[in-house]
Every structure is written in C-alpha cells, then in structure tokens.
C-alpha cells in the first residue's frame, strides 16, 4: 500500500506566485495610457470646434460689413446690372478682428492669430482663417508648445429684397 499524499493535487508549488500582479500592473498602464490620449484628442477636438464657431462667428460679422457695388448698365441697350455686395480683403481682416476682440475670442484660445489667407477670395465671399494653440492636458510634458489648430469659416453677402 502506498501512502496517501497530504497535499491536495490541486496545488501548486509556488513558483507562479506573484505573475497576476505583474499583468494587473501591465493592463492599468495600458488602461491608463489610453485615458490619456482619449483625454488630449477630446480636448484638441472640442477646441477646434470652438475655434471653429468663432471663425464662423467672424466671418459672417466681415460677410455684413460690405459696400455695395452698383455696376454700370448693361452692353447692347440690355438692362442695368443689379447692385451687388462688394468685400475688400483689408475689410473683412479689420471686421474679423473687430469681432475676435468684442467677443473676447482672444481670452479663450492661446496664441489666436487671424492668418493673412483671410479675405475676400472672389469679392462677395468673406472668409475667415483663425489659428490657434491647444495644450491638451496630461500631455503638455511632452508637447510643450502646444498643438496648433486652424479653422476656416466663409460667409457669403447677399442682398436681398
């Protein structure tokens, strides 16, 4: 007869201790890692829609703030042009910027510049090109100038009866 082993079979001996804190260490670093990026993207993606609702905001106040461009008549005995809206680049840049500085716009983004590719393009469409810098959080260690964003909104004058 042989002798009944005191230990269970189910037992181990002990060599595996410790390897499920090693993996639970592993997935929250990993866990905590993702948090962070989802984090700095959401904060880099609400920002722009910011930057953006103050482009659009710009450049519909440069968009009513035109002269009006009365034309001559028409070649061949035909009708007189209708009068049009007419934008000047240097007059869409100065209502942006009005508008940037009445709203505060200068406040909430670090670094808001309007670009020089602000305009009047075809002279009726006032488009509006802000840029700016996002420090996300939690990641500003490892970009410390920021990450800039651009947003460009355009507005088109209409006269209507």
């Known amino acids: ?31 905590l890692l993702v948090v962070t990026v989802v984090l700095a993207v959401s904060s880099v993606y609400i ?4 930057l953006l609702s103050a482009a659009d905001g ?3 106040s440069a968009a009513d703030d035109y ?14 042009t209708p009068p049009l809206p007419a934008l000047q680049d240097s ?6 910027a009005a508008y940037l500085a009445a709203t505060g716009a200068g406040s909430r983004f ?20 802000l840029t700016a810098v996002v420090r996300p959080p939690l990641v500003s260690v490892l970009v410390p100038d920021g990450i800039p964003i651009v947003a460009r909104a355009d507005a088109r004058a209409e006269l209507t009866r």
């Open 91 to 96: 007059g869409v840049e100065a209502s942006a």
């Open 1 to 31: 007869m042989r002798p009944v082993d005191a230990r269970p079979a189910a037992m181990h001996d002990g060599r595996e201790d410790g390897q499920v804190g090693v993996l639970v260490i592993g997935y929250l670093l990993v866990s």
């Open 47 to 50: 920002e722009h829609k910011k």
């Open 67 to 80: 002269s009006i461009d009365v034309g001559g008549s028409g070649s061949g005995g035909g009708a007189a």
């Open 110 to 129: 670090a670094q808001l510049t309007v670009d020089p590719a602000t305009g009047a393009p075809d002279g009726r469409t006032a488009r509006v090109v």
């Open 58 to 60: 710009a450049a519909l």
